[in-house]
DNA sequence: ATGCCTGCAAATGTTTTGCACGCCG
DNA sequence: CGGCGTGCAAAACATTTGCAGGCAT
């Protein structure tokens, strides 16, 4: 997982540096938790203190031009990040509770009628998606 | 049209003042445009002078929570807005080219099957969805 | 008078940029 | 030496808030 990144910066000429790699680490530790870049910061901090913030928004942006990041928003008015998953033909979906804020991740692909749909409809070429649900969680629907 | 908004207002106790009107016209005026806070600003002040920022980020956030707007993002990090469409069930979806930025949007309800797969298999309850797809428009395919 | 609504300016919060320094080939 | 990568501080934005005044009831 580490080592396919690092050959991919490799690849782009982009040097591993400990910050860098401290970053990516902390971003595999968690993949499922949608971090702004400030959290990343104080996460990376812990491993790394000699790291300011603005090396982390640019190792952020690389990745994301790497494409092994994606930025998302939930319109909570700051950005966050998400790993790609390895293989996966398309971004995954999220699932937003408008109660506790929680977010959930699902992987099946939801999309793969729709796509064909839209690019014979609208003879848009369809290159990837961005799909979010707001409702209510299964934990806040028993409350 | 704006009769139908003047009358929810006054049901949630809110004024029609000439500063709110002036806003809700040029969105109507620009439905299709997605423009965020500083754009609506610029055109309003053409009608309406004496207007400051701030009451259009106050107007377009009470307009959010009276769910005659949606503010939505395209991580291009700021908020734009869109008016929901009368009678419409749910938010429609919207297509991103990637070449030249536009924004199309679509109204057919392409998630009905897909919302009930989520509910079941996910236990979530949905009420409300946001999706757009990345691509290339057709101008941009024909370049 | 009371309370909603406003413009302006200041404050806030996030992200970007400028710059001088350090490190490695 | 030359250039990439860095920390720090300042700048640049987008958005929110505090406040004194205005207007309608």
Chains 1, 2 share one sequence.
Do not use: W
């Amino acid at each position: 997982m580490l080592s396919k990144i690092k050959k991919q910066l490799h690849e782009a000429n982009y040097k591993l540096t400990p910050q860098r790699e401290s970053t990516v680490l902390v971003l595999l530790e968690n993949e499922k938790d949608h971090l702004s870049a400030e959290e990343i910061y104080m996460l990376v901090k812990l491993k790394t203190p000699e790291i300011g913030l603005a090396t982390v928004y640019r190792t952020l942006e690389m990745l994301t031009d790497l494409k092994i990041l994606d930025k998302v928003s939930f319109n909570d008015g700051l950005a966050r990040y998400d790993m790609r998953k390895e293989g996966a033909k398309h971004f995954h979906h999220h699932l937003l509770c408008l109660e506790c804020g929680s977010i959930e991740e699902i992987e099946d692909d939801l999309l793969g009628e729709v796509e064909v749909i839209v690019e014979h409809d609208f003879h848009f070429k369809v290159k990837d998606h961005r799909l979010t649900f707001h409702g209510v969680c299964q934990k806040c629907q028993n409350k």
